[in-house]
């Protein structure tokens, strides 16, 4: 039994068989080391976004709470950019006093966000209560004020002579943004 093939076939076997030899070289010269390489690659990709997204849900959270406190506490952000009027601030606060009167501002400290401004004043009251009025009248006034120890009383009289000194904090940046 004599197996004829044709010459046709053998070119065909022979084209085949080349062709199989290019697909399996270039499949393990380059597409088998860029697959590991790709896993690599997609495994470094994943870990990066996780870590991504864990940084901008920590961020949106951050966020989230910062415009909640801006917007709980827009008064004193607003007070930060209101500028202290010394007539105005006498006029809001004499009725808690029989004499009430104030020392000019001088300059006190410097820092990069705000100016501090150095007040002394001196009053006459007829109760502590009227001080403890006037303190509550500082904490709902336009502006953010300290008052400093040691606030001084001594007795005239009838009347209470009180003295002490307040800081009135002011931003020295005119374009912060809320």
Known sequence: ?????????????????????????????????????????????????????SIQEEYDKVFKH?????????????????????ERFVQMNEKYFESFSLSELTPHARDENFAVYEV??????????GFYDFLDGVNKSDNIIAINFPIDFKRDANLIKSS??????????????E
């Open 1 to 53: 039994m004599k197996i004829h093939i044709s010459r046709q076939m053998i070119y065909i076997v022979t084209l085949a068989v080349v062709f199989l030899f290019f697909v399996f070289l270039f499949a393990f010269a380059f597409l088998i080391p860029s697959g590991k390489d790709y896993r690599l690659a997609r495994l470094e990709s994943k870990k990066i976004s996780y870590q991504t997204n």
């Open 66 to 86: 910062f415009k909640g406190l801006q917007k709980d506490h827009r008064h004193i952000l607003k007070a930060y950019k209101n500028i202290f009027n010394p």
């Open 120 to 129: 002394n004043t001196s009053s006459l009251i007829q109760s502590p209560q």
């Open 164 to 177: 002490f000194t307040m800081h009135v904090y002011i931003s020295s940046k005119s374009d912060s943004k």
